[in-house]
């Protein structure tokens, strides 16, 4: 299963880091969740992936890699892509970008 939805940049910047958390919340099943920042239609190599496992524990990862930062410009259309192993747990899911 994959998920995106896009929107403008509001100003120019350099996309440099993405964090992620997920947990299981009910119907625990292994699944891997990953995580990519996409530039106008585009995946960029900003990724991150996490394999939960467990019901209640949280899994976490980021990508911070100097060569993986992208930059965009005021009205570039900026999503965050999701996708998912399988749709059997439900994972509450936290993501966060820094860009400067």
Do not use: W
Request: hydrophobic share 45%; net charge neutral; glycine share 4%.
């Amino acid at each position: 299963m994959v998920q995106r939805s896009a929107m403008p940049a509001a100003t120019t910047c350099s996309f440099k880091a993405l964090y992620v958390a997920g947990t299981i919340t009910a119907s625990a099943a292994s699944d891997t969740i990953t995580i990519t920042m996409i530039k106008n239609g585009s995946a960029t190599a900003l990724t991150a992936q996490i394999i939960v496992t467990t019901l209640n524990a949280t899994v976490t990862a980021s990508d911070t890699v100097a060569g993986h930062a992208f930059s965009v410009v005021a009205n570039d259309q900026i999503a965050i892509q999701i996708t998912q192993s399988t749709s059997a747990p439900v994972v509450r899911l936290s993501v966060s970008t820094y860009c400067e």
